[in-house]
């Protein structure tokens, strides 16, 4: 019944998921968050777990991310509160946001800080990349022996590097039977001559011909849809 998403902009951006929502005819739930990273992923789909069933005609499309992206979610705080938008070319883009789900324990929200935020410095931290990492794929397995229709793959080769981590992914992947794409999205866009709003991100045009022309296919010969 449900098409769930998870990415960061280039699937949180106009194109693929409505497309491929329509030509599925599942109900789009859209996890993905623009400069959101698979941390956030990580936990919008604990998230959706603890508070939703899946259906077994559900489908997941997972999109990776940039590894060396960090997230941070925390407690409401004064400083939080006054958030900071940068305006590029008349859009505002917003650094973070309260979480649409309050904390099952506490009943309290929740901020989220984007990948971009000026509050992320103020935490000081040593991103552990690799750790990041093995956490992301170990969720994707685990929801995999959840729900079996998953679907996963990079949004750009360089999101993750070295290529030594895709290997090490697909290998994981392949050991626990999870389905992917070998192609990322944006290498696909530019095989095929389409179109790119910037360096990574494709046109609202060119994630509708990804949707129709690789995810679809590639569902269907699943036998998920």
């Known amino acids: 019944m449900n098409l769930i998403t998870l990415g960061c902009s280039v699937t949180h951006n106009p194109g693929v998921k409505e497309t491929l929502s329509e030509l599925t005819k599942l109900n789009l739930v ?20 603890l508070t939703n069933s899946f259906n077994e005609t ?13 997230h941070v979610r925390t407690k409401l705080t004064e400083r939080f509160l006054h958030r900071t938008n940068t305006v590029i ?11 649409s789900n309050k904390n099952l324990f ?20 040593n991103y552990d990349v ?9 969720t994707i397995v685990m929801v995999k022996k959840i729900h079996p229709k998953i679907l996963v793959y990079l ?20 050991k626990h039977n999870v389905d992917y794409l070998k192609q990322p999205f944006l290498e696909w866009v530019v095989y ?4 790119l709003l910037d360096s990574k991100h494709p046109t609202p045009e060119s994630g509708m011909k990804f949707a129709e022309q690789v995810l679809y296919p590639k569902l269907k010969e699943l036998n998920f849809i």
């Open 89 to 99: 070319t008349s859009k505002v883009i917003e650094h973070h946001y309260v979480n």
């Open 130 to 138: 690799a750790q990041g990492l093995q956490t992301l794929i170990a």
């Open 155 to 174: 949004g750009w080769d360089k999101a993750v590097m070295p290529d030594s981590y895709k290997d090490k992914i697909y290998e994981i992947l392949d």
């Open 106 to 125: 506490d009943d309290e929200d929740r901020g989220d800080l984007l990948c971009h935020s000026p509050l992320i410095d103020e935490y000081n931290f």
């Open 58 to 70: 559900d489908v997941i499309i997972w999109q990776i991310s940039q590894i060396e992206r960090v």
């Open 192 to 195: 095929n001559n389409g179109t």
């Open 30 to 49: 859209n996890l993905s968050q623009s400069a959101g990273c698979n941390g956030l992923q990580v936990l919008k789909m604990q998230e959706y777990i």
